[in-house]
């Protein structure tokens, strides 16, 4: 397995307050990933990481921000926690780019947030 | 578009009998296809994937997929069911030139009875 963490696994924290969530990867892959997973809707991607300072949108990315300063470590920073944010936070990364054979995502242990 | 759809949110089976957790894609290019396995509070690992090779795919711990391009579908197989199969599985699409993205679907979780 690749080596990926993230920290914390487990928050609690207030409406309107911010919260960051790092990963730390490992195995130097190039893509990152951000994920939040809710009952009934599976894994929905909040951003991504092509490289170094490059990011983009997900389908869920509204009250969240990321930054990528190290090929090794990617942050999720919601900027003013909201009860719907309350959810499990997964972290991926993946090797290649494009091309016919898309390779394996991997997969964090997840953090589990709560926004009272 | 790609788009991934589970068809049984859950499925319930008998220790020994066989498996079988539905998928179909919808997907404007030749996609990869992954199915992925979460037991409770953990994170995701995958079980097999499909790139383009052979159709039928074999995976960890017994499972086997058939990518069927007629049908858009990737249904997930085992002939024996374990009690350790008990989990949430999830199918997940790609396709080549978005960028490297992933898209899943809402889940089945199995349940296994003794």
């Known amino acids: 397995d690749a080596g990926i963490t993230q920290s914390p696994r487990h928050k609690v924290t207030e409406t309107g307050t911010p919260v960051t969530l790092r990963c730390h990867q490992t195995?130097?892959?190039?893509?990152m990933y951000w994920y939040r997973q809710d009952p009934g809707h599976g894994l929905r991607l909040i951003h991504y990481?092509?490289?170094?300072?490059?990011?983009d949108k997900g389908e869920v990315s509204d009250g969240y921000s990321v930054s990528r300063s190290k090929t090794e470590d990617f942050l999720l920073t919601l900027e003013s926690a909201t009860s719907s944010q309350t959810s499990v936070y997964f972290c991926?990364?993946?090797?290649?780019?494009?091309?016919?054979?898309?390779?394996?995502?991997?997969f964090g242990p997840g953090t589990r947030l709560l926004v009272l | 578009a790609q788009s991934v759809t589970q068809l049984d949110s859950h499925v319930s089976v008998s220790e020994g009998t066989p498996v079988l957790l539905r998928c179909n894609y919808s997907?404007?290019?030749?996609?990869?296809l992954f199915w992925y396995v979460q037991h409770p509070n953990k994170g995701l690992q995958l079980l097999l994937k499909?790139?383009?090779?052979?159709?039928l795919v074999k995976g960890i711990n017994g499972f086997e997929a058939e990518f069927k391009k007629s049908e858009t579908s990737f249904h997930l197989t085992k002939p024996s069911a374990h009690m350790s199969d008990a989990a949430e599985y999830f199918c997940?699409?790609?396709?080549?030139?978005?960028?490297?993205?992933?898209?899943f679907g809402t889940g089945t979780s199995l349940t296994v009875i003794p």
């Open positions: 499909y790139t383009s090779a052979a159709t």
């Open positions: 997907s404007s290019y030749s996609p990869s």
């Open positions: 991926a990364t993946s090797v290649a780019s494009g091309g016919a054979d898309q390779e394996t995502q991997y």
């Open positions: 195995e130097n892959h190039r893509y």
């Open positions: 990481s092509y490289g170094v300072k490059d990011t």
């Open positions: 997940v699409v790609s396709e080549p030139n978005t960028g490297n993205q992933f898209y």
